[in-house]
């Protein structure tokens, strides 16, 4: 079955087209820069590689455009669009509502909407997605894949904010959490690897967005994104966690708006408030020349996570793996390094040769006196949105 994946943002569109169940990708790329002056749409097959610029005003011409890349007489891989049987959508917020891959429906559209107010940024072109796909490939079921899914199985004990019930009970506040596609794939390649289904396991998903979920026989049981995707891990630029105490400060008496402060706590703090740059390649560098800022975010950073590997692991009352993914995790030997320094007290001891390596396959790097497994794995967002639709199908 050919899946196109879709990831529909507010002004761009990543998509793959993926053969399943063999798991090949016929083609790949990202149309960007939608609504704005001059747009630019990328195309990769095996043989092609093409990066266009184009005046693209819209996401429905900009998914045309990928629809005629991919029937192109030349540079196409398929004669007709017919052949694409499904379409999956990567959609943030399924509240809770949705607990697992869904078939798009008129209701199910109507939910999506009906969740704009609990993530504005994201639901809202992640449903125009929906409605471009169903006009540019009618014939292709369409299917919903929600980051928030995975989460569900979070029980009451740690989904439950210490707030007056009236606001969960009639505002629906809950810890729903996030990168849900991620931890989900990557615990399952854990199992596999580990070929062990009753596992212990803590996922750590470091990218631009970070969170760890702490995952107990395949589910998530507890996850350090909340209501929204600022809570937990100091991200690229994002706080994380901080005392609710200093958002009123920012209000109250420094005379900031909300506004103003969701734009200091999402898109000014975190390694880039802190050091001048949200790319951690920059950050490493500048540390190793001796950049104070730098160490010290570093720090920071696998402190916090170092913080939460504690806290999973008394709540699993135990812990057989941890998993490194996305960007950061899969790449940095330094933060690993950093984060699992000190923790032989829990079993973790990592080999400081393996933590080196450089692979694009699953590897473990924890020392042979190790008790924890340490896994880095790659992530594949987009994979598991196939095989989910392919399953739901
Ligand atoms: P996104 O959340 O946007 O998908 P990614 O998973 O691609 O983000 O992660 C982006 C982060 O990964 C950036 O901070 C980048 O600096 C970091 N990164 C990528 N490659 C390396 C590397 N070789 N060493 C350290 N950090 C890296």
Not at 93 to 107: A, C, D, N, P, R
């Amino acid at each position: 079955m050919k899946i196109l994946v879709l990831n529909a943002g507010s002004s761009s569109i990543k998509y793959q087209l993926i053969q399943i169940p063999d798991n090949k990708v016929i083609c790949q790329g990202l149309v960007e820069r939608i609504g704005e002056e001059k747009g630019m749409i990328h195309y990769q097959t095996e043989r092609h590689r093409i990066n266009q610029e184009s005046i693209i005003p819209d996401h429905t011409t900009g998914l045309n455009m990928v629809a005629d890349f991919i029937l192109d007489s030349q540079i196409g891989m398929l004669k007709s669009a017919d052949e694409i049987e499904a379409v999956g959508h990567r959609v943030v917020h399924g509240g809770s509502y949705f607990v697992q891959t869904t078939l798009i429906t008129e209701k199910v559209k109507k939910v999506i909407k009906d969740l704009f107010s609990l993530a504005p940024l994201h639901n809202p072109p992640n449903l125009a997605g929906i409605e471009v796909a169903e006009k540019v490939f009618p014939k292709a079921k369409q299917v919903a894949v929600f980051d928030t899914a995975f989460h569900q199985t979070i029980p009451e004990v740690a989904h439950r904010y210490a707030i007056p019930n009236h606001f969960y009970e009639k505002d629906h506040i809950r810890l729903y959490g996030f990168h849900g596609t991620s931890h989900q794939y990557v615990a399952k390649k854990a199992i596999e690897f580990l070929a062990k289904a009753n596992t212990k396991i803590i996922s750590i998903h470091l990218g631009n967005g970070c969170s760890m979920t702490a995952i107990q026989d395949g589910k998530s049981i507890d996850h350090s994104l909340g209501f929204g995707p600022m809570n937990g891990l100091i991200m690229g630029t994002r706080s994380g966690d901080i005392d609710q105490s200093v958002v009123l400060y920012l209000q109250r008496h420094l005379g900031y708006t909300p506004e103003e402060i969701s734009t200091i706590l999402q898109k000014k703090s975190g390694m880039l408030g802190l050091t001048g740059s949200n790319d951690l390649r920059d950050i490493e560098a500048a540390s190793a020349k001796g950049n104070k800022m730098a160490q010290l975010a570093l720090a920071m950073n696998a402190y916090r996570i170092k913080k939460y590997i504690g806290s999973y692991a008394a709540i699993m009352n135990g812990l057989d793996a941890l998993i490194f993914t996305a960007g950061i995790g899969e790449n940095s030997d330094v933060i690993r390094q950093l984060v699992c320094t000190d923790l032989d007290f829990l079993g973790i001891s990592l080999d400081p040769d393996k933590n080196l390596v450089r692979s694009k396959s699953i590897r473990s790097i924890e020392s042979t006196t190790s008790k924890v497994k340490i896994l880095v794995i790659p992530t594949n967002e987009e994979l598991e949105i196939a095989e989910q639709v392919f399953a739901a199908l």
